[in-house]
């Protein structure tokens, strides 16, 4: 591998563009083809953001002489297979969340990546966000400990849209895509795996085919509880927000930023080099890359996350 990490990035769409703007600010990287489903759009991306190569194809980046590593931000259906297919290709990868939308493929993903010795990273985006990073700095020296953590996922989504407002060819999930989000980060702040678990779903969409409701109960091997609430039927605010309550204290956090429990906003401006969490997980990734070692978000750390929410699911189809 030379100096520079050569990167592949596939799926243009909200959250490519994320990735592309965050790896401007990292050194040694370069992105040198960008792969996306419309070839015009892609070609418009890619020179605005000084990519070389544009494809329709993941095969053909993949062929690419000296290419290092892929970064996938493509549908939720696409990933498991599309890690196998650049983990067979002799590259590194990181799959935005989620890892996989069966556990079966999630298992499969990490098998192979055992096999070949690769780095591959899922993109659980909570366990760089700086506020969480804040929290998860006072969890381990001891500072503070999780009692409950209640978390609201609201979209409103009754379209097949992007975080951008932009019509989307395929569905997105409340379970296997943003329930994710909270089972992964509640069992890595907790410091304990989930023992219990259970979910109700509302309606399911004449259209989209997906609940657009559901409530998910979460608890941990040291008796720390999770309430989530989930919806694609909330017209505003939209977003993700956390309540960890604890034995010192309460937070609240929103994306990268953090407030207690009287809404005072916490500094975070010594937690990491950057405010930006998509940032941070990408600097993982690539750190993991040149060290030679495990990524926080490995395939293998996440596992467990694709496990309850298998769980969860096999529950609701009941």
């Known amino acids: 591998m030379s100096s520079t990490i050569k990167v592949a990035l596939a799926g243009a769409g909200a959250f490519g563009i994320k990735h592309l703007d965050a790896i401007r600010n990292i050194s040694d990287v370069q992105v040198v083809s960008l792969v996306s489903r419309e070839l015009d759009k892609t070609r418009e991306i890619a020179a605005k953001y000084g990519i070389g190569h544009c494809t ?7 062929a690419l002489p000296g290419l290092d590593a892929v970064i996938l931000c493509t549908p939720t259906q696409m990933h498991a297979a599309q890690a196998i297919q650049c983990l067979k290709a ?33 993109g659980h985006t909570r366990r760089f966000n700086p506020s969480h990073q804040w929290v998860r700095s006072r969890i381990v020296s001891g500072e503070f400990k999780i009692q409950q953590m209640d978390v609201q996922t609201y979209f409103f989504r009754r379209t097949n849209m992007n975080a951008l407002g932009q019509p989307r060819s395929w569905t997105d999930h409340l379970l296997w895509h943003h329930a994710a989000h909270t089972v992964d980060l509640f069992a890595y702040q907790t410091r304990s795996p989930i023992v219990q678990a259970n979910a109700i779903q509302g309606p399911i969409h004449p259209t989209l085919g997906i609940a657009m409701d559901m409530s998910i109960q979460l ?72 060290e030679g070692r495990e990524p926080n978000a490995s395939v293998a750390q996440v596992l467990p996350c694709y496990e309850v929410l298998h769980k969860l699911e096999q529950q609701l189809k009941g």
């Open 56 to 62: 329709t194809e993941l095969s053909e980046s993949l």
């Open 219 to 290: 608890k941990a091997a040291n008796g720390a509880i999770c309430t989530l609430s989930l919806s694609f039927n909330n017209d505003g605010p939209l977003g993700t927000f956390f309540r960890y309550i604890g034995d010192s204290g309460t937070y609240l956090a929103r994306y990268d930023d953090l407030f207690n429990g009287k809404e005072e906003k916490v500094d975070l401006s010594q937690v990491d080099v950057s405010m930006n969490g998509i940032e941070l997980q990408d600097r993982e990734f690539f750190a993991a890359i040149i």
């Open 90 to 122: 002799g590259k590194h990868v990181q799959v935005e969340i989620p890892l996989a939308d069966s556990l079966a493929d999630a298992q499969a993903v990490v098998a192979l990546q055992q096999e070949k010795k690769l780095v591959a990273m899922c």
